[in-house]
């Protein structure tokens, strides 16, 4: 198949991920609900938790697309409830007066900028950063969100910038994840944490075999019938498959430099959250 990446080059991988999601960006978010049956927000909402982001903290989301962990973590860090995401309601869109952020102007007048939690939105792809904003002015977010577009595996921001790194489901369609985990330690600052959540593998035979099932059968389907696009949800399965399993991913991290390296299987190790720190 032309999305079997094994026999395509290096360029051709970036130039199909690009279309991939430049085809689907519209359709991205109801896409993700409908294949998940709406368990990736369980699944974000969790990663966020596990983050635990205190106010102040100044994250990088790359391959952040239309925004789904930049406003978790908004909501989060920017609420009284910082701890406790239980009390709100995720199956609504995101509003303004989720998130009383504080006002920045006098928070800069007070020289009390560390209080103002910040995320930067990173991704390759104009197009999926452009439904994000939209949704972010939708909900009348403006303040502690900038979008940026750039490559995972250069990314167009110094060293020792961020407390936290974060990538949701992104890594998987990069071209050189070495480079991408490197590129993270670089702008982390000591002391700073490197998270990822991405799918991984099954352990367990029986599980593996419903879920390949699932995956191969229904996501091109569904991608068929939701968004015309069979060959863009074929290659997402397909990337899936290609991914190194957690132990295997776990090394690399450690490989790129990082320490206290762990990770944690969510929904049978359907996905994983892997994490690490820059000591
Ligand atoms: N993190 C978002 C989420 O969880 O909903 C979006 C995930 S989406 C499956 C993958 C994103 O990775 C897309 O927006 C795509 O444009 C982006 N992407 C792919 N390759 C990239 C790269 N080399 N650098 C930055 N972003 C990339």
Redesign the pocket.
Known sequence: THFGFQSVTEEEK?EK??SV?KNVADK?DLM?DAMSGGI?RLW?DHFIRRLNPKQGTKLI??????G??AFRFLKYACTENNGNLNDFDFTSDFSAEDFEMPDFESEQLLGNQEHTSHVTV????QS?LEVGQGRASQAGINQGISWLK????SLPVQDNTFDAYT????IR???HIDK?VEEAYRVLKPGGRFMC?EFSRVPNPLIRRVYDEYSFQVIPVLGQILASDWDSYKY?VESIRQFPCQEDFKTLIQTCGFSAVTYENLTFGVVAIHSGFKL
């Open positions: 970036e991920v690009y999601f991205y993700n990736h974000k989301d790359v391959a952040g697309g239309t789904d962990i990173c991704d390759i792809n999926m750039g490559n995972a595996e990538i949701a489901f992104g369609n990069c071209t991408v959540l997402l």
